[in-house]
C-alpha cells in the first residue's frame, strides 16, 4: 500500500533498478491489450483458478501482472499473452520463472486505457 501511495503521478516514465523476482506464469490465447478491463479481470479469474487447481496458496494470487516482451516493445506490437504472480521463495521451483535483476523502463498509470498510447509516444 505503501508503494501505491508514494508513486510518482501517471503518465511518469522512469528508469528503476528491480531486484531479482520470481513469478508463477499462466500461458493464454488471449492479447490482453485488444481487449478492455472486462477482459483482463476474466484472465486474473483464469489464473486464480489455475494456481487453485495445482494446490498453491490464494495468496499469491494478489500481485498479478502481464507481459509486453522488450522485443515486441521495440516494434510497437502490443501483444501480452502471458500473465503472471509474484511468487516467493517457498513456491515449488518446478513452476517458476525468474525475471533477474536490472534496469527497467516503468510507467506508472493510473488509466488502463493510456497504456498503448503512452508506450508509443514515449519509445
Same mark, same amino acid.
Given at each position: 500500500?505503501?508503494?501505491?501511495?508514494?508513486?510518482?503521478?501517471?503518465?511518469?516514465?522512469?528508469?528503476?533498478?528491480?531486484?531479482?523476482?520470481?513469478?508463477? /506464469?499462466?500461458?493464454?490465447?488471449?492479447?490482453?491489450?485488444? #481487449?478492455?478491463?472486462? /477482459?483482463?479481470? #476474466? *484472465?486474473?479469474?483464469?489464473?486464480?483458478?489455475?494456481?487453485?487447481? #495445482?494446490?498453491?496458496?490464494?495468496?499469491?494470487?494478489?500481485?498479478?501482472?502481464?507481459? *509486453?516482451?522488450?522485443?515486441?516493445?521495440?516494434?510497437?506490437?502490443?501483444?501480452?499473452?502471458?500473465?503472471?504472480?509474484? /511468487?516467493?521463495? #517457498?513456491?515449488?521451483?518446478?513452476?517458476?520463472? /525468474?525475471?533477474?535483476?536490472?534496469?527497467?523502463?516503468?510507467?506508472?498509470?493510473?488509466?488502463?486505457?493510456?497504456?498503448?498510447?503512452?508506450?508509443?509516444?514515449?519509445?
Amino acid at each position: 500500500m505503501e508503494r501505491y501511495r508514494k508513486s510518482p503521478p501517471s503518465g511518469t516514465i522512469t528508469l528503476e533498478y528491480i531486484d531479482r523476482r520470481r513469478i508463477y /506464469v499462466m500461458n493464454t490465447d488471449i492479447n490482453f491489450y485488444e #481487449h478492455d478491463l472486462d /477482459v483482463y479481470e #476474466h *484472465l486474473l479469474n483464469q489464473l486464480k483458478n489455475d494456481l487453485l487447481a #495445482h494446490h498453491y496458496p490464494q495468496i499469491y494470487y494478489c500481485n498479478a501482472g502481464t507481459f *509486453l516482451n522488450k522485443e515486441r516493445f521495440l516494434k510497437q506490437e502490443f501483444i501480452s499473452d502471458r500473465i503472471f504472480v509474484f /511468487v516467493d521463495d #517457498h513456491f515449488p521451483e518446478k513452476d517458476i520463472q /525468474v525475471i533477474e535483476n536490472g534496469m527497467y523502463a516503468c510507467i506508472y498509470l493510473d488509466d488502463f486505457h493510456q497504456e498503448i498510447r503512452l508506450c508509443k509516444t514515449s519509445s
